[in-house]
T-cell receptor
Framework: SAVISQKPSRDICQRGTSLTIQCQVD?????MFWYRQQPGQSLTLIAT?????????ESGFVIDKFPISRPNLTFSTLTVSNMSPEDSSIYLC??????????FGPGTRLLVL | AQSVSQHNHHVILSEAASLELGCNYS??????LFWYVQYPGQHLQLLLK??????LVKGIKGFEAEFIKSKFSFNLRKPSVQWSDTAEYFC????????????FGTGTQLKVEL
């Protein structure tokens, strides 16, 4: 399975600011995804990060709030823009492997004050 | 769209007890099924998966799950739990050919007491 790292691992941010989360994979992967895990809840898919094209967002998530970059097959970023306390969550990057299995990064724990 | 239900939100067991965590999904087509585990302070790890074939699949650490198509279920089992199995367990469903997109259940927090 792929080794996935995320930066930062955690952060405390002020309302109205933005945070960019990085996801790095140790091998080239076609599919990369970003999820959110709000306190006490399950994982919700934010978007699929497409290499060379715009990300595909799930219902309820928009590019202005969660812009995503995917410059190559090993790297992606998710920005949480104009943050509010409701954005406090764990943000996870995952990669798709063969057979439609996904492997997850360690997550970024975000607290917005 | 598919959905996943995990009926047990919190489970407390004593060591050596048997475990069964329920997972039901709703989707009319062919699905891939997964169980992920998140140990305290660690990231999500794949426990086992089912794509096709034998509906009884075995995963890591002695876990197994059985796919019962008629019941839309994919329950996780372990005959004898250990304290180290304390973790949160997530069932997930992917639509075959759906580009790896997964829908997760709400998770079951398992605590194993000595």
């Amino acid at each position: 399975s792929a080794v996935i790292s995320q930066k930062p691992s955690r952060d405390i941010c002020q309302r109205g600011t933005s945070l960019t989360i990085q996801c790095q994979v140790d091998s080239q992967v076609t599919m990369m995804f970003w999820y959110r895990q709000q306190p006490g809840q399950s994982l919700t898919l934010i978007a699929t990060a497409n290499q060379g094209s715009e990300a595909t967002y799930e219902s309820g998530f928009v590019i202005d709030k969660f812009p995503i970059s995917r410059p190559n097959l090993t790297f992606s970023t998710l920005t949480v823009s104009n943050m509010s306390p409701e954005d406090s969550s764990i943000y996870l990057c995952s990669v798709g492997a063969s057979g439609e299995t996904q492997y997850f990064g360690p997550g970024t724990r975000l607290l917005v004050l | 769209a598919q959905s996943v239900s995990q009926h047990n939100h919190h489970v407390i067991l004593s060591e050596a007890a048997s475990l069964e965590l329920g997972c039901n999904y709703s989707y009319g087509g062919t699905v891939n099924l997964f169980w992920y585990v998140q140990y305290p302070g660690q990231h999500l790890q794949l426990l086992l998966k089912y794509f096709s074939g034998d509906p009884l699949v075995k995963g890591i650490k002695g876990f197994e799950a059985e796919f019962i198509k008629s019941k839309f279920s994919f329950n996780l089992r372990k005959p004898s739990v250990q304290w180290s199995d304390t973790a949160e367990y997530f069932c997930a469903v992917g639509v075959t050919g759906g580009g790896n997109k997964l829908t997760f259940g709400t998770g079951t927090q398992l605590k194993v007491e000595l």
